[in-house]
């Protein structure tokens, strides 16, 4: 104990006790948050690399073992409603505890499966409880922290799910050979189970308990339309998340092939690229945070975005290897780097009693919408050439830009209602 410390009134010291208090759970809900989003990373990336040992070991045709991952992402999406909506009714860790024993429950039994239709199922089930991730922990992370420390917390959980993209990626090329594809849907049942037990020890945000004593007002997917104000912000918030990822997966699903065909890239400097990019998209998320917290959300947010469409144009006109590979690095970080504001942003624009059902719909209203990425790029390539399809990316942009300037408010450093 310090000087300082013995010095302090009773009061004084109950208020630094209280503090410690504050800050120990508000780190451990962030990490467990943070470990869960890592959860969805490593399962949908390991579900890409171990495909093709799948179909082989099932005998699945290419288009089956596609289905896959469309219905481990639609399974997602209704997760997302679902979870998150008994989330605001029930409590964040307790809804995050069933989500995690369904996802690891579903995980588990894909490693057992033995054929298309009970493995499509098992994926489908398991998808459904990997959805409440995103929302129910950016909500338990905003929740746990102070106004001045929201942004920097909630953009440490959307930095889970580049860690579990990026542990999925070294992990995948090593344990596959030894333990095969059904040895890798066991691994990817671990990372839900450490999540499983870290939150375990986590109790309710105070001021979910707090409004949980208090009459609840009707449903909460209401609270997103209740008033002219509410609604401008909600289609300023979506259009936010759906360009993003349309931009997202546009460009990580077409760039790999891009640069094979125009520059020759092998598989392993196609890997390299990917995996430089993904740190870039890291160091944005955390970056985006960080700034934030100091500058309020709506002038961070606008830098992104001009700098998104800048880069994304200037881009495609790279052709020396070196700046193609550094230039996916600065890329990815604008273009994901967004990711480090939604959960600060629909946090304080929502009341608690519908926060975990507004991060939810209004990101898995991005990630449908930004689903469509590869498709329409794809087209624009095959009807045109990628320099046009980039430059399209590059213009959606500025439908973010005006959404931000007219529609997104500021309310960096409120109070949570």
Sequence with gaps: MTNETINLTDSQKVLVVEEAKRRKYAYKAVIASTVGYAMDGFDLLILGFILNAVALGLGLTSSEAGSLVTWTLVGAVVGGLIFGVLSDY????????????????????????????????????????????????????????????????????????????????????????VIGWRGMFAVGVVPALASFFIRHCIGEPEIFIKKSKEKRQGNPFKALVSNAETIKASVGIAILTSVQNFGYYGIMIW???????????????????????????????????????????????????????????GYSQ?????????????????????????????????????????????????????????????????????????????????LDILATLFLIPEKAGTALE
């Design 318 to 398: 790279l052709s020396d290897q070196y700046l193609l590979l550094i230039g996916g690095a600065v890329m990815g970080m604008f273009v994901n780097g967004m990711m480090g504001g939604y959960g600060a942003l629909i946090s304080e624009v929502y009341p608690t009693e519908a926060r975990a059902t507004a991060q939810n719909v209004l990101f898995n209203i991005g990630r449908g919408i930004g689903g469509l990425g590869p498709l329409v790029v794809g087209m624009i390539v095959s009807l045109y050439s990628f320099q046009i399809a980039i430059a399209m990316l590059a213009s959606l942009y500025v």
């Design 255 to 313: 760039m790999p092939s891009y640069l094979s065909k125009q520059f020759n890239y092998s598989l392993t400097k196609s890997a390299m690229w990917t995996a430089v990019t993904v740190v870039g998209m890291g160091f944005g998320i955390w970056l985006f945070g960080q700034l934030a917290d100091r500058f309020g959300r709506r002038p961070i947010f606008l830098i992104y975005q001009v700098g998104a469409a800048l880069m994304v144009l």
């Design 90 to 177: 029930y409590g964040r860790i307790k809804v995050l505890t069933w989500s995690i024993v369904l996802f690891a429950g579903f995980t588990g039994m894909c490693a057992l499966s033995q054929g298309y239709w009970d493995l499509l199922i098992y994926r489908t089930i398991a998808g459904v409880g990997l959805g409440g991730e995103f929302g129910i922990g950016m909500a338990l992370a905003a929740e746990a922290c102070r106004p001045n420390e929201r942004a920097r917390m909630s953009s440490y959980v959307g930095l889970g799910w580049q860690a579990g993209v990026l542990a999925a990626a070294l992990l995948t090329p090593l344990l596959l050979p």
